[in-house]
């Protein structure tokens, strides 16, 4: 997927990485006991050790780190069995402790990869350069009184990862695809919910470009703590316009973080960037380096669930589906689930049209999930099994489709109380046929005279007459025979 911006001087790429923050799907904190519920009353969450009291000591959440390391074996990256939690300090009115305790040198999980399912069915792989445990801050809020700012601590310690890409992506596309895919394995994972409108996940987005093919690195630019997908590829596409812009009129590129304006679609500078060096890092003296035995990391690599890209391979080899519709099921585990479900003891593509086309279309059209379809996977099953044995037509089932989406009522029982019942009774249909060939002698002289195409016309008008309800064979059979004649 290429992506130019055109400049007066030539074309010019644009180079991506992602630093994704997700919250670690855990009952307690980072370093205390306290919950980390979404929504609660501001300040009800903030244990002692989360306000940074004086004296207070971090235990470390073990359930955390297994996370941590579940998330690294389900990105297929490296487990490093001794990591360093560090002092990241810095000063802000909602950072009590005046430092961040983060991991810097020594990560718990190195390289990975994330494998983007392209449009045209192929694949690409973007490098996952680390990932690391550390604690989020509280929310300073702004907003709620003219002239003082509020404080809520209940996200100061809440446990997250920070999953850093390599610029391995090159367009706003492929950034959201990214982030989809991530957020997916982490779903499937159990480690972060994902739900971005909460905040369990936001991105610091890096962009720089460079003259088409020339392979350079230039200076970047981070914007900081995008909350959506959209948002993430309007920061791209607003970011790189700008810096081609700023090129071309001999300007220069300087480091630093900026904010992303939703309301106007641009990104502005916030402060010059800071080296890591600014932030002081040193290993944090009250706690002890996190020790991983071979064993324990095995146990959590035994306890992993079959992951999308495994699913998928699994659907284009034992079901004979495309890469392209294998990809868009298992897109995210609710519907690789409900399709699993609609497709056994059916034909897989059946299955799989009926899943991407008519649920899909459903469920987008009246702005619900698959998780709260009115149509469940049992139901979707049944439906397919009147077709498979001829009691409907596919033609009607789509009626019957509609209305089990509209009132949740089962297909049999649709089929029942209307009458919807395929007619295969011989008789009653050749006397359809008989009565559309009797009326129409001029596209009966038309389909003897050699047009042959004209058969679907006559199958339509017996169709009609029958309401939909004809087996659709049966007529081309009969309609074959009368019409030969
Ligand atoms: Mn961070």
Request: some cysteine; hydrophobic content about 40%; charged content about 25%.
């Amino acid at each position: 997927m290429s992506y130019l911006i055109e400049g007066e001087s030539g074309d010019w790429d644009v180079v991506i990485g992602l630093e994704v923050h997700a919250q670690i799907t855990s009952q307690a904190k980072l370093f205390s006991g306290s919950a980390t519920a979404f929504g609660a009353g501001p300040n009800t969450q903030v244990s002692l050790v989360d306000a940074a009291m004086p004296g207070m000591l971090p235990v470390i959440n073990e359930y955390c780190v297994e996370q941590a390391v579940k998330t690294g074996l389900g990105l297929k990256a490296q487990i490093n069995r001794h990591s360093v939690f560090e002092r990241k300090n810095y000063f802000y009115a909602d950072l009590p402790q005046g430092y961040q305790i983060s991991q810097f040198a020594e990560p718990i999980v190195g390289e990975g990869i994330v494998v983007l399912d392209m449009p045209d069915g192929t694949t690409r792989e973007i490098g996952i350069e680390r990932l690391h445990m550390e604690q989020d801050a509280g929310k300073s809020m702004h907003d709620q009184d003219p002239k003082r700012s509020f404080i809520d601590l209940n996200r100061s310690g809440v446990a997250l990862m920070e999953i850093v890409s390599k610029p391995d992506l090159r367009s706003p596309e492929e950034a959201g695809m990214y982030v989809r895919k991530l957020r997916s394995i982490l779903r499937y994972l159990g480690t972060c919910d994902g739900n971005m409108e909460e905040g369990s996940m936001r991105a610091d987005v890096n962009v720089s470009v460079r003259p088409a093919g020339s392979g350079e690195l230039r200076t970047r630019t981070e914007t900081k703590n995008v909350n959506s997908v959209r948002f993430i590829m309007q920061v791209i596409e607003h970011e790189s316009a700008r810096q081609v812009q700023a090129y071309e009129s001999d300007e220069e590129i300087v480091q630093e973080t900026r904010l992303f304006d939703a309301a106007r679609g641009e990104t502005r500078s916030m402060r010059s960037k800071e080296f890591a060096h600014d932030y002081r890092y040193f290993p944090d003296p009250d706690l002890l380096p996190v020790v991983l035995s071979e064993d324990e990391v095995e146990a959590i690599r035994a306890s992993l669930p079959e992951l999308p890209d495994d699913i998928k391979q699994r659907f284009i080899d034992t079901m004979g589906l495309t890469a392209y519709d294998a990809g868009v099921l298992v897109a995210d585990k609710e519907t690789a689930n409900y399709f699993e479900q609609v497709a056994k003891g059916h034909d897989a593509k059946i299955a799989a049209n009926w899943v991407t086309g008519n649920l899909f279309g459903a469920l987008n059209k009246a702005g619900r999930s698959i998780a709260d379809s009115p149509v469940t996977a049992d139901a979707l099953s049944e439906l397919l099994d009147l077709m498979a044995d001829d009691t409907i037509s596919g033609r009607i089932a789509k009626d019957v489709f509609e209305e089990m989406f509209e009132t949740g009522r089962g297909a049999k029982q649709i089929v029942e109380d209307k009458g919807l019942e395929q007619i295969t009774d011989t008789g009653a249909i050749e006397a359809a046929v008989d009565a559309v060939v009797t009326d129409n002698p001029d596209q009966v002289a038309d389909f003897r005279g050699g047009n042959e195409k004209a058969i679907g016309w006559f199958v339509g008008q017996v169709m009609k007459a029958t309401e939909g309800k004809a087996n659709p064979k049966l007529v081309n059979e009969l309609l074959r025979k009368k019409l030969a004649k």
